[in-house]
């Protein structure tokens, strides 16, 4: 099948999976069986299932203002002339854009910086994003203080 990738409709047993290993992605395939109630053999392969699947990551979150990264803000870019996709492609592979999304509205794409401090991100903005080629304009949102950031997209909502 290549890299194609199929949309797959979660049970209830999956959106559990992911919601405890949200809450603790270290957890044992042993600890894991236990709370959904299946073996641990039964278990292992379902989260692999769902990690190969592309369904969920296991990851490492640090909060940037204590590794080092104090500065963090949204960028709405407009773009002209080009395929905003070829725009997001070239955001994607800078070191301190952190999320880049294509949307409609006022702004053809946005993305997120994370910087060491404002010279940081001037440059950042300066040189590294308004020279993409089709870059029109920008507009920055600098975040003064996250009131909120949560992961728990998998969890179960009904």
């Given at each position: 099948m290549?890299?194609?990738?199929?949309?797959r409709a979660l049970d209830n047993t999956d959106r559990l999976l992911i919601?405890?290993?949200?809450k603790d992605g270290r957890a044992s395939f042993t600890a894991l069986a236990k709370a959904v109630g299946l073996s641990e053999g039964a278990v292992r392969q379902r989260v692999q299932r769902l990690l190969r699947d592309d369904l969920m990551q296991i990851?490492?979150?640090?909060d940037p203002a204590n590794v080092d990264l104090t500065r963090q803000a949204m960028v709405g870019i407009n773009v002209d002339?080009?395929?905003?996709r070829e725009v997001a492609g070239k955001l994607s592979e800078l070191?301190?854009?952190h999320y880049v999304v294509l949307c409609a509205g006022r702004?053809?794409?946005l993305a997120e910086l994370v910087c060491r401090d404002d010279d940081h991100m001037l440059d950042v903005l300066g040189e590294d994003i308004r020279k993409i080629p089709g870059v029109s304009g920008t507009?920055?949102?600098?975040?003064l203080?996250?009131?909120?950031?949560?992961?728990s997209w998998g969890r179960l909502t009904a």
């Open positions: 290549g890299d194609e990738t199929r949309a919601d405890l290993l949200q990851v490492a979150v640090t002339g080009v395929d905003p070191t301190n854009v702004y053809d794409l507009e920055l949102f600098v975040y203080k996250l009131a909120k950031q949560n992961y």
